[in-house]
């Protein structure tokens, strides 16, 4: 069956660290994989899209690596921010599928 | 700058009541997308249309059905609700399978 894991559920960290939040998927034909970002009560926001072909993808103190032959993908936050609180997704587009499928996201919470 | 709109954004149901949840998009996207999210779940599709005309069912179909009614629209309908199908719905939208997805910011469905 073909899924996206994230740990962990959550995460607390002081404001300044550097962070990652990590990604596993069961199957290394992917067509791409996106991050995205969800507040409390609101959709979804997408941070960065990988395609199958690439290694990483960066925007702004957001960066993403994607490692198929492993099945993982990595984002890293940089210098966080009390902003950067909220839920962040992670969904694999699998080829041949047309849809995305989700991890259950991973929870930072930053401290001030 | 509307983006994907839904309607209505809460919504309380009694058992073996109907409703369908609106769904817009202004960024003349193909593809669009019904997920419902539940705690410590993620997002699962439920249905899909992968171009004006076309409808395909997702992980958790049973239950609704859906109207691809134009391009910008699409629809999906609970012919008679269940205590289950409380869930938060989002819509989506993309340009092709496999591109950016942009989400709304979801309805809030209770079943009693």
């Known amino acids: 069956k073909q899924e996206v894991t994230q740990i962990p559920a959550a995460l607390s960290v002081p404001e300044g660290e550097n962070l990652v939040l990590n990604c596993s998927f069961t199957d290394s034909a992917i067509y791409n994989l996106q991050w995205f970002r969800q507040d409390p009560g609101k959709g979804l926001t997408s941070l960065l899209l990988i395609q199958s072909s690439q290694r990483e993808q960066t925007s702004g103190r957001l960066n993403a690596s994607l490692d198929k032959s492993s099945g993982r993908s990595t984002l890293y936050i940089a210098a966080s921010q009390p902003g950067d609180s909220a839920t962040y997704l992670c969904a694999v587009c699998y080829t041949g599928r047309r849809a995305l499928t989700f991890g259950s996201g991973t929870r930072l919470q930053v401290q001030p | 700058n509307a983006g994907v709109t839904q309607t209505p954004k809460f919504q309380v149901l009694k058992t073996g009541q109907s409703m369908t949840l609106q769904c817009a998009q202004d960024?003349?996207?193909?593809?669009m997308y019904w997920y419902r999210q539940d705690p410590g779940m993620g997002l699962r599709l439920i249905y899909y249309s992968a171009s004006e005309g076309t409808t395909d069912k997702g992980e958790v179909p049973n239950g609704y059905n859906v109207s691809r009614l134009n391009k910008r629209e699409f629809s999906l309908r609970l012919e008679s609700a269940a205590p289950s199908q409380t869930s938060v719905y989002f819509c989506?939208?993309?340009?092709?399978?496999?591109?950016?997805?942009?989400f709304g910011n979801g309805t809030r469905l209770t079943v009693t």
């Open positions: 960024m003349n996207h193909n593809s």
């Open positions: 989506a939208s993309s340009e092709l399978s496999g591109s950016p997805l942009h």
